[in-house]
């Protein structure tokens, strides 16, 4: 295995030389050895530790605690690297996260997609989810709120971005039908298609049903998100739900 300098090594880990020299100062990299003209030396054993360094920093951890992760006794290189993999992955995850909810929320900004308020901050904001959640409980029963999202957590990247676009299909079709009227034979067949489509959440009550269609035309949260996907959807979607109950008793 050859050695490498410490410009040589900086370049092929696209880091400075200064950054070298401080890991050696602070006992975190040590040169390989160090020639008689007092150059620093580094060879593959230095390399895959500075591949550790790097890695446990990509991952957002100090130097102080890195030096402490990597001089325990027993510390194993191919252990570590498993490890960074699979924070890799669930960081991967998160991001991947991130970007369904950036590009569901341009979609309805463009009026072309409903999100709820849970929604809007998927992947961004446990604090807020955590909130959401809470005021679900207080509105609807406990147990039930918590099965639906533990429920909606477990669904893969693919089946939750399924659901959305069924969802918002849904929608769509009933803003198209709107001009029959709210009790139409249309517009109910869309209202049967949009309770059972409920179920990828929870499987709601008849009178469950009649809170959410409450919800839809008074709760001024829920009627802006409709109101952007079209003007007026939040109280004819109420006044359809609520005629979807009545004749379902």
Not at 61 to 80: H, N, S, T
Not at 160 to 172: F, H
Not at 195 to 210: E, N, S, V
């Amino acid at each position: 295995m050859p050695m490498f300098t410490v410009k040589q090594l900086a370049r092929m880990a696209g880091i400075t030389p200064r950054a070298l020299h401080y890991y050696d100062e602070i006992g975190l990299l040590k040169p390989t050895r160090v020639g008689d003209n007092g150059y620093r030396y580094y060879g593959e054993e230095a390399m895959l530790r500075l591949q550790q360094i790097m890695l446990y920093r990509e991952l957002d951890i100090p130097l102080e605690q890195i030096k402490e992760i990597m001089g325990r006794r027993g510390f194993d290189v191919l252990e570590a690297l498993e490890t960074h993999r699979a924070q890799l992955e669930n960081r991967i995850a998160h991001l991947e996260r991130v970007i369904r909810t950036v590009d569901n929320t341009i979609l309805y900004l463009k009026g072309q997609r409903i999100m709820s308020n849970h929604q809007l901050f998927d992947g961004i904001n446990e604090e807020e989810q955590a909130k959401m959640e809470k005021e679900a409980m207080d509105l609807y029963d406990p147990e039930t709120v918590k099965a639906s999202y533990q429920r909606w957590r477990n669904y893969s990247a693919a089946e939750k971005q399924r659901v959305l676009d069924e969802g918002n299909a849904i929608y769509t079709e009933i803003i198209a039908t709107m001009p029959k009227g709210a009790g139409s034979p249309e517009v109910q067949a869309l209202v049967e298609r949009w309770r059972r489509h409920m179920d990828y959440f929870w499987t709601p009550a008849l009178d469950q049903l009649t809170g959410l269609a409450d919800h839809y035309s008074q709760d001024p949260r829920f009627k802006a998100n409709f109101d952007k996907m079209h003007p007026g959807l939040a109280e004819f979607m109420g006044e359809a739900v609520r005629i979807y109950v009545e004749r379902q008793k």
